[in-house]
């Protein structure tokens, strides 16, 4: 992670991800993934149904929490 200036001159601390912190992340990201959908993971032997239902309730759970907190979901990416 890397500071950079607040492009409106204020006083706000800005942060951006660095290439390598993108690397960890995405590599993080996919131990998370292949935890839950591997041959051994938590929803590995879910049917397609209950896994779209899942997604679905996951997503409006993140938008309903979004919405009582007063940021939209998804955000917008950042430009940069």
Do not use: C, Y
């Amino acid at each position: 992670m890397e500071r950079t200036l607040d492009a409106d001159g204020g006083v706000a601390r800005k942060f951006r991800i660095t290439d390598k912190g993108a690397e960890h992340l995405a590599a993080q990201r996919e131990e998370f993934v292949t935890g839950l959908t591997g041959l051994t993971g938590v929803i590995a032997d879910w049917p397609a149904e209950r896994l779209r239902r899942f997604v679905a309730d996951l997503e409006q759970f993140n938008t309903d929490i979004e919405r009582v907190s007063g940021r939209s979901w998804p955000r917008p990416m950042a430009e940069g």
